[in-house]
């Protein structure tokens, strides 16, 4: 009978452990892990990417249709925003840092945000003068597509893990 106790027991706390929130974002921003199985880093940069993808979209929707900018500077401008705030949160979550000093890592980092930009820009005039897209749609594109290829040179090239 105790055995059969300590079991419930056992599974009692596997299963708050899966259902617990708090838990559960321990364990997807624990480091060693993410970074040691990359289906949790892929899924944490997809997290990290959705949560700066709607900074984006809304600063640049609030910018074009509040503050009456162009597409093109609202665009520069919420970039500029959402890639810091994805630099601070993929070093703080997602990659480990080290693999260049932390001046060059953030230089790289911006380079490949740079590259990332323009290809961004480039999908979204494609879209809006080409084929009449709503501009809210070709950024939601342009980030989607992007996307991929910053994960790809954020975890090779720029960050250790």
């Keep these: 009978m105790a055995k059969i106790k300590v079991d419930l027991n056992k599974q009692r706390r596997r299963l708050s452990t899966l259902v617990n ?19 949790w880093q892929v899924l944490l940069f997809l997290v990290v990417g959705g949560i700066c993808a709607i900074v984006d979209i809304s600063l640049l929707a609030l910018f074009v249709e509040v503050l009456s900018l162009s597409i093109t500077m609202a665009f520069l401008l919420a970039v500029t925003i959402s890639t810091t705030l994805n630099y601070y949160l993929n070093v703080k979550f997602v990659f480990v840092a080290g693999k260049h000093n932390r ?20 999908i979204m005039w494609v879209l809006i003068e080409v084929f009449s897209v709503w501009y809210i749609v070709s950024r939601s594109v342009a980030l989607v597509t ?16």
């Design 21 to 39: 929130p708090v838990t559960l974002f321990r364990k997807l921003t624990d480091k060693e892990l993410v970074v040691n199985h990359s289906k």
């Design 103 to 122: 001046k060059l890592e953030a230089t790289y980092f911006f380079l490949n945000s740079l590259l990332a930009l323009g290809l961004n820009y480039l």
């Design 146 to 161: 992007v996307s991929a290829v910053n994960f790809v040179l954020r975890k090779y090239l720029i960050f250790q893990k």
